[in-house]
Each structure stands twice: as C-alpha cells, then as structure tokens.
C-alpha cells in the first residue's frame, strides 16, 4: 500500500514562514510530479504549486515569490516553504503525488491527509 504523511503545520503570524513536509512510502516504483493545494473552509480546492520529477516548477499567482517547492527524490519528499505569509494563506494544506503503485503497476495519484496553516496575529 502507498500512503503519503505530512508535517509542519501550525499556528504563524503573519509575514512569518512554515515549511511542510510529504513524504511518500510502500510499495512505490516511481514518483512523477508532485503538488500542493490548499482548501479554506467553504472555498474549492486550489492549486498552490507543480514540481515535476526533474524539478521544474509552476506556483500559483498568489504565491509567487513568497512560497517554494521542491523535492528530495531519494526520500520520496516533496516540501512547500512558505515565507511572508497572509491571512488569506490560512487553510489546508494537502499534498499530492503521481505514483507508480509496484501492486498496480499503474500511475494514480495518491493525496495526503492535509495540515492546517493558520496565519493570525
């Protein structure tokens, strides 16, 4: 089985920094690209930022220049640092990852439980 966990959640006030972590572990040939989204409560879920397995990078516009992702691919890590944040930044946070399941032999893509940023004062 393939499960991804995250950590670094938590209470920030605004214009400080988190970094969240995912990592992914079981029965894993290969991990494509990998993505972060947030949902604040009662609003879709939105992209935040795409890295590819080489590393190339997509951010959306509300976070560009203040959050950075990248990834450990010997660890099955990917990681969301987030400077400078906002209020409007407080939601769930939640990873996800195109995976090559070894059971399946099949691409799916396979989503963390989510962690929560609050940004307040």
């Known amino acids: 089985q393939v499960q991804v966990v995250e950590s670094g959640g938590g209470l920030v006030q605004p214009g400080g920094s988190l970094r969240l972590s995912c990592v992914a572990s079981?029965?894993?040939?290969?991990?494509?690209?990998m993505r972060w989204y947030c949902q604040a409560p009662g609003k879709q879920r939105e992209l935040v930022a795409n890295?590819?397995?080489?590393?190339?990078?997509n951010y959306a516009d509300s976070v560009k220049g203040r959050f950075t992702i990248s990834r450990d691919n010997a660890k099955n890590t990917v990681y969301l640092q987030m400077n400078s944040l906002k209020f409007e930044d407080t939601a769930v946070y939640y990873c996800?990852?195109?995976?090559?399941?070894?059971?399946?032999?099949?691409?799916?893509?396979?989503w963390g439980q989510g962690t929560q940023v609050t940004v307040s004062s």
């Open positions: 996800n990852a195109d995976i090559i399941n070894l059971r399946y032999r099949r691409q799916y893509p396979y």
């Open positions: 079981g029965t894993i040939f290969n991990i494509d690209a």
């Open positions: 890295i590819t397995r080489d590393g190339n990078t």
